[in-house]
């Protein structure tokens, strides 16, 4: 299973971003997929999850309204839209995938998912 992030670089607050995960070497449309994100000397934190099909969705409470996580399983790509950022938004992003459907859980955590990505490095600026 491999991740690669793409689309990351440096917005202005209020500006938009959209983050995306290529995935291969498996059958994405049978994982949960989330978006983690992390700054230096912090834990990483849950930003999205996107159920299988699409249908079920959860967001950390400091990007609803904000960020929207989206799906395509027939190209294998997982979205992360980034409206308005706000400078807090500054992190490593993180594309993540698992086959357990504890992963997509409201409350699951990092170590829920198996596999990641490399991150993309999103810094917004005023």
């Known amino acids: 299973e491999q991740l690669k992030e793409s689309g990351g670089g440096s917005v202005q607050t209020g500006g938009s971003l959209r983050l995306s995960c290529s995935a291969s070497?498996?059958?994405?449309?049978?994982?949960?997929m989330g978006w983690f994100r992390q700054t230096p000397g912090n834990e990483r934190e849950k930003v999205a999850t996107?159920?299988?099909?699409?249908?079920?969705?959860n967001y950390a409470d400091s990007v609803k309204g904000r960020f929207t996580i989206s799906r395509d399983n027939a190209t294998n790509i997982l979205y992360l839209q980034m409206n308005a950022p706000k400078s807090e938004d500054t992190a490593m992003y993180y594309c993540?995938?698992?086959?357990?459907?504890?992963?997509?859980?409201?409350?699951?955590?990092?170590?829920?998912?198996?596999?990641w990505g490399q991150g993309t490095q999103v810094t917004v600026s005023s």
């Open positions: 993540a995938a698992d086959n357990s459907i504890a992963a997509c859980y409201s409350d699951s955590v990092a170590s829920a998912f198996n596999y």
């Open positions: 070497g498996f059958k994405m449309w049978r994982y949960c």
């Open positions: 996107i159920w299988t099909d699409g249908q079920y969705t």
